[in-house]
């Protein structure tokens, strides 16, 4: 295996997972918005968009021990008109600099949240240029195992499948731990049977509810009784609609992971039979990739299959069922496994280098 | 601009003594791990069937090779910083105050002509001796072959001479780069895309 390359390994994984969690977010924003209302989207959301950021700024920072010279790294952009490894830098940079202004813009809830979604609309684009380009690099006709559809591809897979799992594994610790800390004991189990119950009929009025408990709270500061009820009960009422959101989003993302592990069983035999009966160093890549039987390739497949195929089924079933002590187990170890197996691909991707010439 | 400069090869007369490769180091002052001019060894053979006797048939010739300057020239394109650039006599050059070591230009080329100098932390490589050429001297390779296979020149010039072939295994399809680069083949040189034989020497290129 590959370990030279291990800064461009960290980096092209961090960013992806990056841009994929940004991406899936936001789609989890848009659906969570229509049944359950701004308030329990942010109060589950906004913790793993915290998260973003550092991992994607270590992306950029392991990027800096790819260059021998990190002095010059200023001039990586010099060259947008024609180098995509300039654009992809530039549009790292960019992808991070939004990010960093949407969280803060998020974080302070300034601007009006239509004006919030163009902003973080934006970001999510420029994210999802950012690994177009980051495919681009590796498209050098000099490189056939690299030159081919299945880079883009793979690239875009991992981004999504990552992103997916990562966002999952998020939004359940931050439910979790929100419950641990925050509700009073005995009342969890209330909170989650209650969700069971909650369907979209009644999820309309959770957000009315919400505001009035809001100004209810801020105006019962004297400790009436009558207010205090109101915001027990208003907080019992967005907790089953942030444990709603957090169970479909779920099953969103398990369904989601199963989809993308198709593809990437679709895609490995089909680039692997066009490696296998290409040019030279087409079959030297295609050599390198089954090494020993194929050992490292065959982990990176087991373990993508069990993160999320297998997990990512269970965490469909227990998602449905409302098994909720077992969602936090089953969405952090898909995410860890489905992490090691698209790493270890990373390393492959970088072993199968061969190039034309000399 | 000047007229484009570049190299020709006689693949017939070279004996692979490697006196250019040397010469380059020398007068470049190259690190361990660096070598500007290379000269691969490429061979291979089958057998020949007279009567009921099998009888091997082989061959070997080889390539000086160093950076073509080549009209399109994928390390400048992919460069990142711009430090990789075609200067006034179409000699690629590395301005190593630009360069930040990426080594994408490395992965880009198909000749090696690239290389790292890793103690430097940037990417090196042949300049075609424009210090030497200034001064109207040969490029140390063309003026250290005994066997005077190697010249330089305006590409016009040595083409309208020597043809016009650079499709020669084990050097990629000119049309990828499309290189100043003329060769004369050797009489069991193979076409690129069409070789039968392997590069006899990995390590040393």
């Known amino acids: 295996m590959n370990v030279h390359e291990l800064p461009l390994v960290a980096f092209t994984i961090l ?15 848009l659906f969570g918005i229509r049944k359950h ?63 960093a202004v949407f969280a803060v813009v998020q974080w302070r809830r300034w601007l009006t949240p239509l004006l919030r979604q163009i902003l973080a609309g934006a970001t999510a684009l420029v994210g999802l240029v950012l690994v177009y380009s980051m495919s681009m690099v590796y498209m050098l006709p000099t490189v056939p195992a690299w030159n081919h559809w299945a880079t883009p591809v793979t690239f875009f897979t991992t981004t999504f499948l990552l992103g997916a799992l990562a966002v999952g594994a998020a939004l359940v610790i931050v439910y979790t731990y929100r419950q641990r800390t925050t509700a009073p004991a005995g009342s969890t189990d209330a909170a989650a049977t209650e969700a069971g119950t909650v369907t979209g009929a009644e999820t309309g009025t959770v957000t009315g509810t919400e505001t009035a408990a809001t100004e209810a709270s801020t105006e019962a ?8 009820a109101v915001v027990v009960e208003a907080d019992d009422e967005t907790r089953a609609s942030t444990n709603a959101l957090l169970r479909s989003s779920l099953r969103m993302i398990a369904a989601a992971s199963i989809v993308l592990l198709g593809i990437e069983f679709v895609v490995l035999p089909t680039y692997a039979l066009d490696l296998a009966t290409g040019n030279a160093n087409a079959q030297a890549s295609a050599a390198t990739l089954m090494t020993a039987g194929g050992a490292v390739l065959l982990t990176r497949l087991i373990l993508v299959f069990l993160g999320a195929g297998l ?8 998602a ?5 002590r077992h969602l936090v187990y089953l969405a952090t170890s898909a995410f860890v496994l489905v992490f090691a197996s698209e790493t270890i691909g990373r390393m492959l991707f970088y072993s199968s280098f061969d190039r034309i010439g000399l | 601009m000047a007229k484009q400069l570049g190299f020709y090869f006689d ?27 290379r000269v691969a060894e490429y061979s291979g053979g089958t057998w020949r069937q007279d009567g009921d006797t099998f009888t091997p048939n082989v061959f070997t010739y080889y390539t000086s090779i160093s950076c073509n300057h080549c009209d399109d020239p994928q390390c400048v394109k992919v460069c990142p910083t711009t430090a990789m650039h075609k200067d006034e006599h179409g000699i690629v050059t590395i301005d190593d105050g630009k360069c930040v070591g990426c080594r994408y230009c490395e992965w880009a080329c198909p000749y090696g ?36 296979a190697l010249e330089f020149g305006e590409i016009d010039e040595l083409r309208a001479k020597y043809g016009d072939t650079a499709a020669i295994e084990p050097l990629p399809d000119p049309a990828m780069t499309r290189p100043n680069l003329v060769i004369t083949p050797h009489r069991d040189a193979q076409p690129t895309g069409h070789g039968t034989g392997a590069i006899g020497n990995p390590e040393e290129i």
């Open chain 1, 15 to 29: 960013a992806q997972m990056s841009v994929g969690s940004f991406v899936v977010l936001g789609v989890v924003h």
């Open chain 1, 37 to 99: 209302g701004h308030g329990a989207v942010d109060r589950l959301s906004d913790p793993a968009l915290y998260a973003i950021g550092p991992a994607m700024v270590l992306g950029l920072i392991a990027s800096i021990f790819h260059l021998g010279n990190p002095v010059n790294a200023l001039n990586a952009i010099n060259h947008l008109g024609s180098s995509w490894l300039s654009r992809e830098i530039f549009f790292g940079s960019a992808f991070a600099c939004m990010g």
């Open chain 1, 221 to 228: 500061s004297g400790g009436v009784d009558v207010a205090t």
């Open chain 1, 311 to 318: 997990l990512g089924f269970f965490l469909y079933r227990s």
């Open chain 1, 320 to 324: 449905a069922r409302g098994h909720q």
């Open chain 2, 11 to 37: 693949q017939t007369l070279c004996t692979g003594c490697k006196a250019c490769q040397v010469a380059c180091k020398d007068k470049n002052d190259l690190p361990v791990g660096v070598t500007w001019r």
């Open chain 2, 113 to 148: 002509a690239p290389q790292y100098d890793k103690d430097a932390g940037v990417m090196t490589k042949c300049d075609l001796c424009i210090d030497r050429v200034n001064a109207g001297e040969q490029p140390a390779c063309v003026a250290a072959c005994p066997s005077r």
